[in-house]
């Protein structure tokens, strides 16, 4: 497998479930992100990890909860999420350099969320 | 924060060349992507543009004025398979030694025959 990997590709949910996104990256790269992307709005950057340490946090809800075991996985725990998070959420990585500039992002291929 | 604006949607003839433009404000500039995305699909990198002046890449080019602050992208030989959103995103210093990249809404450009 290569790239950014997104399972599942597709999840509905209840607000009062608990479910997982998973994504896992094979290009070797030291950050990852999450994205929110809703129609007719913008992408919107939801976490970052470098290193496996989460660097950014943009005021998300905690019903979003990330987890970074390595630098190739990342996880978006979710739970008692509410229909107006449904959306796509995309993965990405990319390859931060020291200087903290940070290369083009590669992206999975999301995962639709529906929330009833 | 940042201010970013593109045209919403564009429609172009197959064959044809098209230009999608791209306006930002922002502190601490530090590079503008166009990205590339399939209805369903993940968004692809097309170009990188950090200082003034034209990119070329095949089919497509980018073009950045940094004192304008102002991008395009132009797609020459216009395919069916050009048919998408693309995206323009802005990398800006955020500060304590990091970067942010924001994307703008998208261009949702029909190639039609």
Known sequence: ETGVTQTPRHLVMGMTNKKSLKCEQHLGHNAMYWYKQSAKKPLELMFVYNFKEQTENNSVPSRFSPECPNSSHLFLHLHTLQPEDSALYLCASSQEKTSGVRSEQFFGPGTRLTVL | ?113
């Open chain 2, 1 to 113: 924060g940042q201010n970013i604006d593109q045209p919403t949607e564009m429609t172009a003839t197959e064959g044809a060349i098209v230009q999608i433009n791209c306006t930002y404000q922002t502190s601490g500039f530090n590079g503008l992507f166009w990205y590339q995305q399939h209805a369903g699909e993940a968004p692809t990198f097309l170009s990188y543009n950090v200082l003034d002046g034209l990119e070329e890449k095949g089919r497509f080019s980018s073009f950045l004025s940094r004192s304008k602050g102002y991008s395009y992208l132009l797609l020459k030989e216009l395919q069916m398979k050009d048919s998408a959103s693309y995206l323009c995103a802005v990398r800006a210093y955020s500060g304590a030694g990091s970067y942010q990249l924001t994307f703008g809404k998208g261009t949702k450009l029909s190639v039609i025959p």
